[in-house]
């Protein structure tokens, strides 16, 4: 117990602090000043357009997934009273397939682990690549990551800490909107929008938090990306 309180005592000693410019929210006017110089896709301002709260503290994964879908087009499967428009919602991701993958109430209870959200995604008509990072350099992961946002087709979903951002609370999924290349950060559009709203993020604080440990999964959390394989649905 001595040795592990030492430990632990020794990790918040030498843990980098953050820094105001790790965090930067995006209605600072320093965030959006970062906004406007930065290249923004038409698949950024998508995103902006769907992404909403969770509407539980657990419910980051599917607001995210909604979020994410709904953005590339993909609006089914869309609830009865929305007939005969088209929208993803958080718990319309909860198909019968999905349920079996985890039920509403448990992801009500505990969250989504990055491999869940991914079983989810594909599901609902995504290709997905999940990428764990504890499996990938940081600077290979941060090539694959701009990458991503730089094709149409493509979003990424973060599993994060919020511990190495200074933010309350750990465990966290979000859309990753944008990348600014003289920062070095990426757009975080934070679906707990009651908490925080979005920020850009430091690569190095993101990925610092992405190595942290899944405690329901014992993996390190990472990045699902998503592609749009055909299933769109008529605008």
Same mark, same amino acid.
Request: charged share 20%; aromatic share 8%; glycine share 6%.
């Given at each position: 117990?001595?040795?592990?309180?030492?430990?632990?005592?020794?990790? #918040?000693?030498?843990?980098?602090?953050?820094?105001?410019?790790?965090?930067?929210?995006?209605?600072?006017?320093?965030?959006?000043?970062? &906004?406007?110089?930065?290249?923004?896709?038409?698949?950024? +301002?998508?995103?902006?357009?769907?992404?909403?709260? %969770?509407?539980?503290?657990?419910?980051?994964?599917?607001?995210? +997934?909604?979020?994410?879908?709904?953005?590339?087009?993909?609006?089914?499967?869309?609830?009865?009273? +929305? &007939?005969?428009?088209?929208?993803?919602?958080?718990?319309?991701?909860?198909?019968?397939?999905?349920?079996?993958?985890?039920?509403?109430?448990?992801?009500?209870?505990?969250?989504?682990?990055?491999?869940?959200?991914?079983?989810?995604?594909?599901?609902?008509?995504?290709?997905? %690549?999940?990428?764990?990072?504890?499996?990938?350099?940081? /600077?290979?992961?941060?090539?694959?990551?701009?990458? #991503?946002?730089?094709?149409?087709?493509?979003?990424?979903?973060?599993?994060?800490?919020?511990?190495?951002?200074?933010?309350?609370?750990?465990?966290?999924?979000?859309?990753?909107?944008?990348? /600014?290349?003289?920062?070095?950060? &990426?757009?975080? +559009? /934070?679906?707990?929008?009651?908490?925080?709203?979005?920020?850009?993020?430091? &690569?190095?604080?993101?990925? %610092?938090?992405?190595?942290?440990?899944?405690?329901?999964?014992?993996?390190?959390?990472?990045?699902?990306?998503?592609?749009?394989?055909?299933?769109?649905?008529?605008?």
């Amino acid at each position: 117990m001595r040795r592990l309180l030492l430990a632990l005592l020794l990790l #918040a000693w030498t843990a980098p602090a953050v820094r105001a410019e790790d965090v930067v929210y995006l209605p600072s006017d320093v965030g959006a000043a970062r &906004f406007q110089s930065s290249p923004i896709q038409p698949s950024s +301002l998508a995103l902006l357009a769907y992404t909403e709260s %969770e509407e539980r503290q657990t419910f980051c994964g599917p607001a995210s +997934l909604a979020a994410a879908l709904n953005s590339l087009g993909i609006r089914n499967p869309t609830p009865a009273p +929305l &007939f005969p428009y088209h929208l993803i919602t958080q718990d319309s991701v909860f198909t019968k397939e999905n349920e079996g993958v985890k039920s509403y109430s448990a992801v009500e209870h505990e969250g989504m682990t990055l491999d869940e959200l991914a079983k989810f995604a594909a599901n609902l008509g995504t290709s997905t %690549e999940v990428i764990h990072a504890q499996d990938m350099a940081i /600077d290979a992961l941060r090539a694959k990551l701009r990458d #991503a946002l730089d094709a149409p087709g493509k979003r990424v979903l973060a599993n994060y800490s919020r511990k190495p951002l200074g933010q309350v609370g750990d465990g966290h999924i979000s859309p990753l909107a944008a990348y /600014d290349a003289r920062t070095d950060s &990426f757009l975080i +559009l /934070d679906v707990a929008k009651y908490k925080y709203p979005p920020a850009w993020v430091s &690569f190095e604080k993101l990925y %610092e938090g992405m190595l942290l440990v899944d405690s329901s999964s014992g993996l390190s959390r990472g990045v699902v990306i998503l592609s749009a394989s055909g299933n769109r649905s008529p605008q």
